[in-house]
């Protein structure tokens, strides 16, 4: 079993910064991916960013170049950094959890992203 909790949301003007924190705990693999996926009203889950053991990233167009995810292994924290924010950033941000070679995938409960003047 694997717990996850997000934090960090909150309200941004646009043109600013927010740095998301997932925490994981319980039976964490060495061998693993962790993504952030974000979910606006009416519209389905989209992927933000993932990280893949060793550190392989991949990020939605929309946000390359403005949000950076990583990880710290010895706390089992993963980060997004997210730069120049617009107001279509706004959502619920999730993150989650994927043993490599396993199906199954964890999700935190979310966090909730406001970017708004």
């Known amino acids: 079993q694997v717990q996850l909790v997000e934090s960090g949301g909150g309200l941004v003007q646009p043109g600013g910064s927010l740095r998301l924190s997932c925490a994981a705990s319980?039976?964490?693999?060495?061998?693993?991916?962790m993504g952030w996926y974000r979910q606006a009203p009416g519209k389905q889950r989209e992927l933000v960013a993932t990280?893949?053991?060793?550190?392989?990233?991949t990020y939605a167009q929309s946000v390359e170049g403005r949000f950076t995810i990583s990880r710290d292994n010895t706390k089992n924290t993963l980060y997004l950094q997210m730069n120049s924010l617009k107001p279509e950033d706004a959502a619920v941000y999730y993150c989650?959890?994927?043993?490599?070679?396993?199906?199954?995938?964890?999700w935190g409960q979310g966090t909730q992203v406001t970017v708004s003047s």
């Open positions: 989650n959890y994927q043993r490599l070679g396993e199906s199954y995938v964890y």
């Open positions: 319980g039976t964490i693999f060495r061998f693993n991916a």
């Open positions: 990280i893949a053991t060793p550190g392989t990233t």
